[in-house]
């Protein structure tokens, strides 16, 4: 299960916070994925970056930031502005290079709101 | 964007039988289909996928069957294990990779 990793694997905050989730991988990938996971709903694209120092909305943006300025890690921000953050939290990555491209995922962080 | 809808959202079979999940998607420029299994705690992994130049692929106990026409995919699992117990989830890439809901299946030793 190495590869990809996230941390914390729990995550309280009161709300108004902002918090920063993080995602590493040591796989030379050059895509990296954050995806909210809630039950009955599957996996939902936050923000994705195929190169560093480039990232580009997913379908639920709103309310999170992310910053891509190393090849290995893609820190997610869950601000104050995200109207529902409860949930678990799922970063990928995948190679961009041939047609497999398998997104491989950390263990996720799941995040509850106080 | 693309639209994955997946049936059905649970599913409970008796060991030894088959079990079926059916996605659907939208966008006819989609090309990569994987199917990921994701046990109770852990994170997904992917068991089986299909490109669009393929109409079935098979891995042991599990295939995939792919209507480009129809727009609609299945994973099939025959002679199920108690080990097969776990929520699946298809997934479609036009440009960018979309999830179905996923499904819930359980197996009844």
């Known amino acids: 299960d190495g590869g990809i990793t996230q941390s914390p694997k729990y995550l309280f905050r009161k709300e108004g916070q902002n918090v920063t989730l993080s995602c590493e991988q040591n796989?030379?990938?050059?895509?990296m994925y954050w995806y909210r996971q809630d039950p009955g709903q599957g996996l939902r694209l936050i923000y994705y970056s195929q190169i560093v120092n480039d990232f580009q909305k997913g379908d639920i943006a709103e309310g999170y930031s992310v910053s891509r300025e190393k090849k290995e890690s893609f820190p997610l921000t869950v601000t104050s502005a995200q109207k529902n953050p409860t949930a678990f939290y799922l970063c990928?990555?995948?190679?961009?290079?041939?047609?497999?491209?398998?997104?491989?995922f950390g263990p996720g962080t799941r995040l509850t709101v106080l | 964007g693309e639209n994955v809808e997946q049936h059905p959202s649970t599913l409970s079979v008796q060991e030894g039988d088959s079990a079926v999940i059916k996605c659907t998607y939208s966008d006819s420029a989609s090309n990569y289909f994987p199917w990921y299994k994701q046990e109770l705690g852990k994170r997904p992994q992917l068991i089986i996928d299909i490109r669009s130049n393929v109409g079935e692929k098979k891995d042991q106990r599990i295939a995939v069957t792919l209507n480009k026409t129809a727009k609609h995919f299945s994973l099939h699992i025959t002679e199920t294990q108690p080990e097969d117990s776990a929520v699946y989830f298809c997934?479609?890439?036009?440009?960018?990779?979309?999830f179905g809901a996923g499904t819930t299946v359980t197996v009844r030793a």
């Open positions: 796989l030379n990938h050059d895509a």
């Open positions: 990928a990555s995948s190679t961009n290079r041939g047609l497999h491209n398998e997104q491989f």
């Open positions: 997934a479609a890439r036009g440009n960018k990779l979309s």
